[in-house]
């Protein structure tokens, strides 16, 4: 990532953080709707703990973008251990699409000036 990404990333996240709750919503309902074949890996999650999980997850990564030596074991552990719930690498482009849905829809009225 560039410099100029990372803080764009930085940017849009200072706008997800208020509204994390419902963004999780919003992630998990888009991500179950472009693959609903991935709902079964949640069958018995608690979907609010879960959506704790995700958006504490993606604040620890926008946290250390600028900190590759923090950022990257734990990011690859995070990935051995999504490895063994079943994930694919080709679920994480699906990841990736409901992700920009919920920034889209989370933060309509910022979009254009985080897009």
């Not at 590759?68 to 074991?73: D, R, S, V, W």
Request: with cysteine; net charge negative.
């Amino acid at each position: 990532m560039t410099a100029e990404q990372t803080t764009l990333v930085e940017a849009s996240f200072r706008h997800v953080a208020p509204i994390a709750e419902p963004a999780a919503v919003i992630f998990y309902r888009r991500l179950f709707t472009l693959d609903p074949g991935l709902r079964p890996m949640f069958a018995h999650a608690d979907m609010a703990a879960q959506g704790r999980k995700l958006m504490a997850a993606i604040g620890f990564v926008v946290g250390n973008l600028r900190r590759p030596e923090a950022l990257l074991p734990a990011v690859a552990e995070l990935g051995r251990r999504h490895a063994g719930y079943g994930v694919q690498p080709g679920h994480y482009a699906t990841v990736g699409a409901a992700l920009l849905d919920t920034l889209e829809e989370g933060l309509d009225h910022y979009w254009p000036d985080c897009a």
